[in-house]
């Protein structure tokens, strides 16, 4: 006997409510009970006195039980007034809450309930309300990845504009500007390239008794090259005619448009004033000659008068005229007026000789690496002596001298400044490249500022929602601690265990 009052009993929550029905500890119909009950108490709180532990209990979501026995409790001090000889009470208020109390009492109905709200609590309310924390939780995470995100992502791209602009060679403050401003330094930095092209007279002469040594090349090599180590960067004119011009006639450069157009910079001209002077339907009497004749002319045939040009018809001559045959003679205009190296084909024609001088040098440094070439020695015996006297050392030297003209004419700067030289839209292309990485790190910043508004409303709801879930853990622990007491009452105090109870 002794170990069976000692045996606790085990009840999983969620049948807690099954369990009490099934050993007819609760009537099956109490829940129609339950409603006559919350009736009453809904009228019975209309009708409190003025006490802070009552209001605190009154404030719950939901008045069970044991929540009224205490009220009853507090009631016995604030009522003890009309307590008769008799022992009973003649206060409304305590005579109500004592029928509420005997009827929750009847059938048990009491534990039904507070078994269904522990059920409910553990099963329904705790989960719900720890889904929506984790949620938030997650959310504020996944906020804060996309946060840093955008930020990266907006920095990366202004790194980026930064760096596209360092290519150009400019700070990127006003990019057509600055691009502008390139591209009038522009002749100065070739006229430097063609002052240095004077430094290619040896690789130039040891390339021409090389060619003519080896192949024995008659015509003349790198004539481009030539002429420009001989009178630097001159006049396509005088390259092409070989005059040196009296007048040179630059071509007008065409200014690129500012970056931005504000409405104030827009000429809207007079629209909307002087509209009563301005016809608004055109007639014929207004005297226009629409070249369209409603009359049929003496000269229309059958077809309409159209000439199929089956006639005979005098031959078309074409006059195919020299550049330049439209200028007076010392006159550099146009195309003419450019120097070598602005003008495209020329300019052209100076890399390409450039890059075959290099080759050369390039081959012949490779060449005289190797040792023991006993054919080599014995073919270059008769070569001329500015051959003969070249030393590897010296060899490398000279293709420096290429090489360092070559980079200076092909770097990635140079290239844009002759795209925006040949064409002036292109700076607005460039600009347009630019103002997109710009606005898209703008956008990005944005983007990253609503994350962290987001975050932290998420973050708000989380400290809405800890406090509920805190709150619902006391009262279903407390809840817990009740019905076990009640349970085991009943038991003869045997131990009772209510089972899965985790909020």
Same mark, same amino acid.
């Given at each position: 006997?002794?170990?069976?009052?000692?045996?606790?009993?085990?009840?999983?929550?969620?049948?807690?409510?099954?369990?009490?029905?099934?050993?007819?500890?609760?009537?099956?119909?109490?829940?129609?009970?339950?409603?006559?009950?919350?009736?009453?108490?809904?009228?019975?709180?209309?009708?409190?006195?003025?006490?802070?532990?009552?209001?605190?209990?009154?404030?719950?979501?939901?008045?069970?039980?044991?929540?009224?026995?205490?009220?009853?409790?507090?009631?016995?001090?604030?009522?003890?007034?009309?307590?008769?000889?008799?022992?009973?009470?003649?206060?409304?208020?305590?005579?109500?809450?004592?029928?509420?109390?005997?009827?929750?009492?009847?059938?048990?109905?009491?534990?039904?309930?507070?078994?269904?709200?522990?059920?409910?609590?553990?099963?329904?309310?705790?989960?719900?309300?720890?889904?929506?924390?984790?949620?938030?939780?997650?959310?504020?995470?996944?906020?804060?990845?996309?946060?840093?995100?955008?930020?990266?992502?907006?920095?990366?791209?202004?790194?980026?504009?930064?760096?596209?602009?360092?290519?150009?060679?400019?700070?990127?403050?006003?990019?057509?500007?600055?691009?502008?401003?390139?591209?009038?330094?522009?002749?100065?930095?070739?006229?430097?390239?063609?002052?240095?092209?004077?430094?290619?007279?040896?690789?130039?002469?040891?390339?021409?008794?090389?060619?003519?040594?080896?192949?024995?090349?008659?015509?003349?090599?790198?004539?481009?090259?030539?002429?420009?180590?001989?009178?630097?960067?001159?006049?396509?004119?005088?390259?092409?005619?070989?005059?040196?011009?009296?007048?040179?006639?630059?071509?007008?450069?065409?200014?690129?448009?500012?970056?931005?157009?504000?409405?104030?910079?827009?000429?809207?001209?007079?629209?909307?004033?002087?509209?009563?002077?301005?016809?608004?339907?055109?007639?014929?009497?207004?005297?226009?000659?629409?070249?369209?004749?409603?009359?049929?002319?003496?000269?229309?045939?059958?077809?309409?008068?159209?000439?199929?040009?089956?006639?005979?018809?005098?031959?078309?001559?074409?006059?195919?005229?020299?550049?330049?045959?439209?200028?007076?003679?010392?006159?550099?205009?146009?195309?003419?007026?450019?120097?070598?190296?602005?003008?495209?084909?020329?300019?052209?024609?100076?890399? %390409?000789? *450039?890059?075959?001088?290099? =080759?050369?040098?390039?081959? /012949?440094?490779? @060449?005289?690496? &190797? +040792?023991?070439?006993?054919?080599?020695?014995?073919?270059?015996?008769?070569?001329?002596?500015?051959?003969?006297?070249?030393?590897?050392?010296?060899?490398?030297?000279?293709?420096?001298?290429?090489?360092?003209?070559?980079?200076?004419?092909?770097?990635?700067?140079?290239?844009?400044?002759?795209?925006?030289?040949?064409?002036?839209?292109?700076?607005?292309?460039?600009?347009?490249?630019?103002?997109?990485?710009?606005?898209?790190? %703008?956008? *990005?910043?944005?983007?990253? =500022?609503?994350?962290?508004? /987001?975050?932290? @409303?998420?973050? &708000? +709801?989380?400290?809405?929602?800890?406090?509920?879930?805190?709150?619902?853990?006391?009262?279903?622990?407390?809840?817990?601690?009740?019905?076990?007491?009640?349970?085991?009452?009943?038991?003869?105090?045997?131990?009772?265990?209510?089972?899965?109870?985790?909020?």
């Amino acid at each position: 006997m002794e170990n069976i009052q000692n045996l606790p009993i085990d009840i999983q929550t969620s049948k807690l409510l099954d369990w009490l029905l099934d050993r007819r500890h609760c009537n099956l119909k109490w829940q129609s009970a339950l409603k006559a009950i919350r009736e009453k108490i809904n009228v019975a709180i209309q009708d409190m006195p003025e006490n802070e532990e009552i209001k605190q209990l009154l404030s719950g979501s939901y008045i069970h039980y044991f929540h009224c026995l205490r009220i009853v409790e507090i009631l016995r001090g604030t009522e003890a007034s009309s307590k008769n000889i008799f022992g009973r009470y003649s206060s409304q208020r305590m005579k109500d809450w004592q029928e509420i109390v005997s009827l929750y009492e009847a059938d048990n109905v009491y534990l039904a309930e507070v078994a269904s709200l522990l059920s409910r609590n553990v099963s329904y309310e705790g989960p719900a309300l720890r889904k929506q924390l984790a949620k938030a939780q997650q959310l504020q995470q996944e906020l804060s990845r996309r946060e840093v995100e955008c930020q990266s992502s907006a920095a990366d791209l202004r790194e980026r504009y930064y760096a596209a602009c360092k290519q150009y060679g400019i700070t990127g403050e006003n990019v057509p500007r600055e691009l502008q401003a390139l591209v009038k330094d522009l002749p100065t930095v070739l006229d430097e390239v063609g002052k240095d092209a004077a430094k290619l007279e040896e690789q130039i002469q040891l390339y021409t008794a090389f060619t003519n040594f080896v192949c024995e090349w008659s015509e003349p090599v790198l004539p481009m090259l030539t002429f420009a180590q001989k009178k630097g960067n001159t006049t396509y004119y005088e390259w092409r005619t070989g005059n040196v011009p009296t007048v040179i006639e630059r071509p007008v450069v065409e200014e690129a448009p500012p970056e931005t157009v504000t409405e104030d910079t827009i000429d809207w001209g007079d629209f909307g004033q002087g509209t009563q002077d301005v016809p608004s339907v055109i007639t014929v009497e207004d005297g226009i000659d629409w070249g369209i004749s409603l009359e049929p002319s003496s000269g229309d045939n059958g077809a309409g008068g159209i000439d199929w040009g089956d006639g005979e018809a005098a031959p078309i001559e074409i006059e195919v005229v020299d550049a330049g045959a439209d200028c007076p003679e010392g006159v550099a205009r146009g195309e003419d007026a450019l120097s070598i190296l602005e003008n495209s084909q020329s300019r052209s024609q100076f890399i %390409d000789e *450039l890059m075959e001088l290099e =080759a050369f040098l390039t081959q /012949r440094v490779s @060449e005289m690496g &190797e +040792e023991g070439d006993v054919v080599a020695m014995s073919q270059f015996q008769l070569a001329p002596s500015v051959i003969q006297a070249q030393s590897r050392e010296h060899i490398r030297e000279m293709l420096s001298v290429v090489q360092d003209l070559l980079g200076r004419l092909t770097s990635l700067r140079m290239q844009h400044l002759f795209m925006i030289q040949a064409s002036p839209r292109y700076v607005e292309r460039v600009s347009e490249v630019l103002r997109q990485k710009m606005k898209q790190a %703008d956008i *990005l910043v944005l983007k990253g =500022a609503t994350m962290a508004e /987001r975050r932290q @409303e998420a973050l &708000e +709801e989380q400290s809405r929602l800890e406090p509920r879930v805190d709150l619902l853990a006391g009262c279903t622990r407390e809840l817990q601690k009740l019905i076990e007491a009640d349970i085991s009452k009943k038991y003869h105090k045997r131990p009772v265990n209510l089972m899965g109870v985790n909020i």
